[in-house]
């Protein structure tokens, strides 16, 4: 039980919906400025005047501070959604690989098998250490490990290689370096949860065709999840450097499409935005989890729901960022035309002050 203790309490409970409360208010400070800006100039007197151009002036910094708080939060949501993609995807996987029949278990190519996967990280890790400590290549270790894949889905087989691991790697060959035996211990622990996860007391037989339809959704799913994933370093907290595809008004229109997407369990959304398709993956691992009581699935369903609140937040900040890139583009365009007194220019605060109500409400 030492590897299946739940989460603690602070991995539930965060700050990500405060923190989305406070663009609601920095959005609608920036219409009060904005229209009392456009209230200032409308009685088109000195003084007003005066007052109508500092508004404006103070505007553009409440919306600068409003597009770095936006953009800090997106980050974290696809800091999560990283997380997601190389801690937990391979988890949710395995939840349903072990669920499916034994046959069919067989019949997934070795390469796509998600305990071969992982373990495969794992034990790369592992002779690397070997090696960096000038260990002799581990023969008996690598032929042991062939076993074991050639029959990957058996537990006595998983059991077998548990035991070698704590009966003669872990405390006579690598006895003396620490930093090797730690490297077999994840390995070992992987090899718990496989074993866990192989010999829970499921009726495979119940939902079996459901279960494999929903892993070959898995498998297309990782691919598609990682297409979308955004890696590489943040610039002064806020600036990330994205492809086309994943800029903030690209994503606003996919956000807009994807809530006409019709998320179904039943089938693959091949055009559908990868929040849509989160959202369809969830219900049918929820389905698949009351064919058996609730009793499987419930930590994966969990870290699915995360995953799509994640990108779901990602999407609403990017449409929060455009809207308040507006408000600080015309903040500035109507300061200029008060301070030379361009005419034309002013009607676009309108458009600010728009722009700016939406993204409150």
């Not at 409308?42 to 002036?57: Q, R, T, Y």
């Not at 996967?117 to 002799?136: G, H, S, T, W």
């Not at 849509?276 to 499987?296: C, F, G, M, N, P």
């Not at 109507?334 to 301070?339: E, L, P, S, V």
Request: charged letters at 25%.
């Amino acid at each position: 039980e030492l590897f299946n203790q739940p989460k603690p309490v602070d991995s539930i409970l965060d700050d990500f919906a405060v923190e989305a409360q406070n663009f609601a208010n920095s959005l609608t400070q920036s219409a009060a400025f904005a229209s009392g800006a456009l209230a200032f100039r409308l009685m088109n007197e000195n003084v007003s005047n005066i007052f109508s151009a500092i508004l404006a002036g103070l505007n553009i910094g409440i919306s600068f501070g409003t597009m770095t708080n936006v953009a800090r939060y997106k980050i974290r949501n696809e800091e999560a959604r990283v997380i997601f993609a190389e801690e937990k995807m391979l988890g949710v996987m395995k939840g349903v690989f072990a669920v499916m029949d034994r046959n069919e278990q067989d019949s997934v190519p070795i390469e796509k098998n998600p305990f071969v996967i992982d373990l495969e990280q794992r034990v790369a890790v592992f002779l690397a250490n070997a090696k960096y400590y000038d260990y002799d290549e581990p023969l008996d270790f690598i032929a042991a490990y062939r076993t074991l894949k050639s029959n990957i889905n058996d537990p006595k087989a998983v059991q077998a290689f548990m035991n070698l691991i704590t009966g003669h790697f872990i405390v006579d060959t690598y006895h003396v370096n620490s930093y090797v035996q730690e490297s077999l211990v994840r390995i070992y622990r992987t090899l718990d949860d496989m074993y866990r996860l192989l010999t829970q007391d499921v009726n495979k037989a119940n939902g079996g065709d459901e279960a494999r339809i929903m892993f070959e959704r898995l498998t297309r799913f990782r691919d598609d999840l990682e297409s979308t994933l955004q890696y590489g370093s943040t610039r002064w907290g806020f600036v990330k450097r994205r492809p086309l595809s994943q800029w903030d008004c690209t994503v606003v229109f996919k956000y807009f499409y994807s809530l006409l997407c019709c998320s179904t369990r039943s089938c693959f959304l091949p055009t559908a935005p990868i929040s849509a398709e989160t959202l369809s993956i969830i219900k049918q691992a929820r389905y698949l989890s009351r064919l058996h009581d609730s009793k499987i699935l419930r930590r994966e369903i969990r870290d699915l729901d995360g995953l799509f609140w994640a990108t779901r937040e990602s999407d609403i900040a990017s449409l929060i960022f455009m809207s308040t890139y507006l408000v600080f583009v015309s903040s500035i365009v109507f300061t200029i035309a008060r301070i030379f007194d361009i005419k034309v220019l002013e009607d676009i605060a309108f458009w600010g002050t728009l722009a700016s109500g939406i993204g409150a409400i």
